[in-house]
């Protein structure tokens, strides 16, 4: 019964245009983070950036149609973006140190889980096959296509990763410096599409050329995953900014929260 409910509910999404369910794929990044902002404080922050990157990973490989572009996007973008808006809210609020070492862990959880996921993929499937285990070898066979181009991916995204993330910090303090702790909306705004736009470029020149067995084209390559993205990147960035004064006014709401123990950090 639930599984019926879950393939209806995906018959839905499918049935609406994708820039809707981006959207609420926006909407439902932008609560998760208030909430864990607002109940569990840095830690929180720190447990869905690990989560976005896994996702955003695996999510980069399908594409979808977009009316505003004549080429099918590689998906992960919102995803993915939403670890900027949450390195931003850690150094307006927590300072530098603390985003780094965020970034620093979700590149742990990134490597671990694909370590996991290869050693699953290492255990031979069922060679007696009946209707009671024919299941789990359709489940193997979807696991290979989604886990074993992961290296080539992994690689790709975390050299990017790192450099736009650690890029972002370091712009976000550079302007919050700049304009003395003001102008929100710009210092956010601008840290997010410089970085975004590094990350964009290294990941994308990385993932579908120099390192992919089957280098696309390169037109493919700046317009469907250069700057395709790139526009929902701008999109998302604007949108980020009404998220950043949210988390402001969450953080003043929970003056009377005390985060969970987080230990000092040197990075």
Known sequence: MISSFLINL??????????????????????????????????????????????????????????FFNYPIALGTVVFSSSFLVSDILTE???????????????????????????????KPIELINKDYIHFNKSHEAMVVLFLPIPTILIASLSAYL??????????????????????????????????SIDNIVFSTLAWVILSAHPVAYDTLIYNYILGTFVIRLIV???????????????????????????????
């Open 93 to 123: 609020y927590y300072g530098k140190d603390v985003a780094k070492a965020s970034i620093k862990l979700s590149f742990f959880a990134s490597l671990l889980i694909t370590i996991l996921m290869l050693l699953t993929l290492g255990i």
């Open 10 to 67: 995906v018959s839905l999404f499918q049935s609406l245009p994708s820039e809707i369910v981006g959207g609420l794929t926006f909407l439902v990044c932008s609560f998760v983070i208030l909430i864990a902002f607002r109940y569990y404080g840095a830690l929180g922050l720190f447990v869905y950036n690990s989560i976005a990157i896994i996702v955003g990973n695996l999510q980069v490989l399908k594409a979808g149609e977009f009316s």
């Open 163 to 196: 450099v736009s993330q650690y890029s972002d910090v370091y712009i976000f303090q550079f302007f919050k410096n700049f304009t003395h702790g003001k102008a929100l909306w710009l210092r956010a705004s601008l840290a997010f599409i410089i970085s975004a």
């Open 237 to 267: 960035s604007l949108a980020n900014i009404a998220v950043m004064y949210l988390a402001k006014f969450v953080n003043q709401s929970r003056k009377n929260f005390i985060d969970v123990a987080l230990p000092k950090f040197s990075v």
